[in-house]
């Protein structure tokens, strides 16, 4: 509310929304009765004016203190440059571009698309044709992408609690489960992984960190209450154990390939753990330490007989019997 004979300040909802803008750079914190005080309007008006401001793009943070709710910017935002590019950094943005299509429908893909219209727009008309077109030398084909579109609004919360540190409540339908469970996350960062998406954050309910794919999540609600990211964590770091995206207890794996398909296995890198050894009829051995057996397993079997699996014992003994399984499929 204004304060008693102060009259009301009647101006434009752009310049009022300069001068909120202004007023919270000017303070760490600052609160909403602050805020009214300052421009001269109503609560319900400073409560809008901060929603229009935050989905202007500012990243607009709010933390209690106390009683008071107060309200600031992330530390430094206002300090980042103008950012130029040369010729070949925008065509290596335009290549780039081309993998996230997998993204259609996600704040991700809305967003890279506005990034995209900003380039153009101040690019010469010719250019920004020439490019277009090159952007077409890029052609991703990722099989099996699973589509977030309707995931667009979780998304947009998830990407939300992740840039402003909040924590969240998460329903997640685990596929051994028939009700989805509620879990209290941290989310710390988005894992992309064979056309999935999956989040990684820690889960109270757990005390450890976890991995939660997408398309399994309910429902987000996003908490006032915030966290620190610690510094122990690297998310490159979560998976050097893993073969994929589970982490498991690693074990150590030696597989034989033949010397039909040794070339591809030569050439790619399965992990960072692998040593390779070439044999003299062509053929070549593959040996790592990674967790997750399943995702192993089925790597395994895409390689049909052109593949023995050779240690551990106890997993040769499990991918026998699914072969023996397999031949009863097709046997007529």
Do not use: C
């Amino acid at each position: 509310m204004n304060k008693p004979g102060k009259p009301q300040k009647k101006y434009s909802q752009a310049a009022r929304l300069h001068d909120t803008i202004r007023l919270i750079e000017s303070r760490h914190g600052i609160s909403i009765e602050e805020l009214a005080d300052g421009s001269g309007v109503n609560r319900r008006t400073v409560h809008r004016d901060l929603l229009a401001i935050s989905e202007a793009g500012y990243p607009l943070t709010a933390e209690w203190s106390g009683d008071r709710k107060l309200y600031r910017f992330i530390t430094g935002f206002k300090d980042v440059p103008p950012i130029g590019f040369s010729l070949q950094e925008l065509l290596t943005l335009y290549f780039l571009r081309s993998h996230l299509e997998t993204l259609q429908g996600t704040p991700f893909h809305d967003d890279i698309d506005s990034i995209f219209r900003k380039i153009n727009s101040v690019l010469p008309p010719r250019y920004a044709a020439h490019l277009e077109k090159l952007s077409k030398i890029a052609l991703p084909i990722i099989q099996g992408v699973r589509d977030y579109s309707k995931a667009a609004t979780l998304l947009t919360d998830l990407r939300k609690a992740l840039l402003f540190q909040q924590k969240v409540k998460l329903h997640y339908r685990a596929p051994s489960r028939k009700k989805a469970e509620l879990y209290t996350v941290d989310p710390y960062s988005f894992v992309f992984y064979k056309g999935g998406l999956y989040l990684q954050g820690y889960a109270h309910n757990r005390l450890s960190i976890r991995t939660f794919a997408v398309e399994r999540v309910a429902e987000v609600i996003i908490l006032s209450e915030r966290f620190e990211i610690p510094l122990q964590y690297q998310p490159e770091k979560q998976f050097n154990e893993a073969f994929g995206i589970v982490t498991e207890e690693p074990f150590n794996i030696r597989l034989r390939f033949s010397k039909v398909v040794a070339h591809s296995i030569a050439g790619r890198i399965w992990h960072p753990s692998q040593k390779i050894r070439k044999l003299r009829n062509g053929a070549m051995e593959l040996s790592f330490s990674a967790g997750g057996k399943m995702e192993i397993l089925s790597w395994i079997l895409s390689y049909g007989n052109h593949v023995e699996l050779l240690e551990p014992p106890e997993l040769r003994r499990e991918l026998a019997e699914k072969a023996r399984s397999m031949a009863e499929v097709y046997s007529e």
